[in-house]
């Protein structure tokens, strides 16, 4: 069977048609397309959208509806991908000299780039839309979600391990007159940050989150879970739990996957966050395991969906000015991460999980959003 029948059939399962008239349909330019997705999956699916071999006006849409019929199982794997997956078994692709892989590729883009595309705080994660209006709103009600989580208090100390442009570092010293430190292995970001919360209780630090010293009633970190690795997990609970006071609370924020494994898709690896993954909830819990009580789990995963949705927005009106700096295949490849990203979660597939955990022995702390 050829392989545009093959992915012709394939496609139709999920409601898609090839050149049809629905706006998640898609238009495909060059027959390529076809032979380059079933060899490569979701790499070849990527980069021939990037080469602009095939369109789509509701790509988020698409993703969705791929995702929904899990047709990524349903392709058989090659030589390629089981080399890839094999690597990521053998090699702890997060270890230190790598770490700062991900912040030259993807965070130090450009902090004028992120500024017209994320809220006026600049973050960088999932936003809580429960009561809000607009990005702005949903950010904030996010990091204020965060705050009254670990039921921050003024004079409490508390240690963020990576910190995007320093947004729930400045929050949480303004808003709750909390003392932050911050460690964060992008460089701009940093320079961004320290200039953010210039004249607040609030300490940048441009080191890994592996180096973090000290003692503080809370510990937490807002999307850096993501870059760890599966072999780091319990590392990063090992900070955690020697970072925490034995009364403190510690919080996670994180995309998790709904199953484990070892890899993030190899185009997401190649183009957007090089060594990332997303941990299951059984890989946090054994990572946790003897050293913390899990308190609370709370999943806002549908808000990400809307989070990115406005990303989006706010990226392509804004692209005008950024088009002569980083041209169109960078385009291409942004609006497939951004709304391929809303897709995954509005399947499914991704979940954003809010944990909340102590030390064993400590007393269970009050609920402050019950």
Same mark, same amino acid.
Request: glycine share 8%.
């Given at each position: 069977?050829? $392989?545009?029948? @093959? /992915? +012709?059939?394939? =496609?139709?399962?999920?409601?898609? !048609? ?63 991908? $089981?080399?890839? @997956? /094999? +690597?990521?078994? =053998?090699?702890?692709?997060?270890? !230190? ?274």
């Amino acid at each position: 069977m050829k $392989a545009k029948q @093959i /992915l +012709q059939e394939l =496609l139709s399962e999920a409601g898609v !048609r090839v050149n049809g008239p629905d706006p998640w349909d898609i238009q495909v330019k060059d027959d390529r397309f076809y032979r380059r997705v079933l060899s490569e999956h979701a790499l070849g699916l990527g980069e021939s959208y990037m080469d602009g071999w095939w369109e789509c006006e509701d790509l988020d849409e698409f993703i969705n509806r791929v995702l929904k019929a899990r047709l990524d199982e349903k392709i058989k794997g090659n030589w390629k991908m $089981a080399i890839y @997956i /094999l +690597q990521t078994k =053998l090699f702890n692709r997060q270890k !230190r000299s790598r770490a700062a892989q991900v912040s030259e590729q993807h965070y130090d883009l450009g902090n004028d780039f992120y500024q017209v595309m994320l809220d006026k705080r600049m973050n960088y994660t999932c936003a809580y839309w429960k009561n809000a209006k607009n990005l702005d709103e949903a950010q904030e009600a996010k990091l204020d979600l965060v705050c009254k989580k670990i039921g921050l208090e003024k004079g409490m100390t508390v240690l963020e391990l990576g910190c995007g442009w320093g947004s729930f570092a400045r929050f949480a010293a303004e808003k709750y007159g909390a003392h932050v430190v911050a460690v964060n292995i992008s460089t701009k970001q940093v320079e961004f940050a320290r200039e953010y919360c210039k004249g607040l209780p609030v300490e940048i630090r441009h080191q890994d989150y592996r180096e973090a010293e000290g003692k503080y009633d809370r510990v937490i970190s807002i999307g850096i879970l993501e870059h760890v690795g599966y072999k780091n997990y319990r590392t990063y609970m090992e900070v955690a739990n020697r970072c925490l006071k034995d009364d403190g609370i510690a919080f996670i924020h994180t995309i998790g996957n709904n199953v484990s494994t070892t890899y993030v898709n190899a185009w997401t690896d190649k183009y957007i966050f090089p060594n990332g993954m997303l941990p299951s909830i059984a890989q946090i819990a054994r990572a946790a395991e003897g050293l913390f009580v899990i308190e609370d789990l709370h999943n806002i995963g549908p808000d990400y969906d809307k989070t990115l949705m406005a990303w989006y927005s706010n990226f392509e009106n804004s692209w005008p000015q950024f088009k002569d700096r980083y041209g169109e295949r960078f385009f291409r490849m942004w609006r497939f991460y951004l709304l391929s990203s809303a897709g995954g979660f509005r399947s499914r597939q991704h979940q954003l999980w809010q944990i909340v955990m102590t030390k064993p022995g400590r007393m269970q702390p009050a609920c402050r959003i019950c």
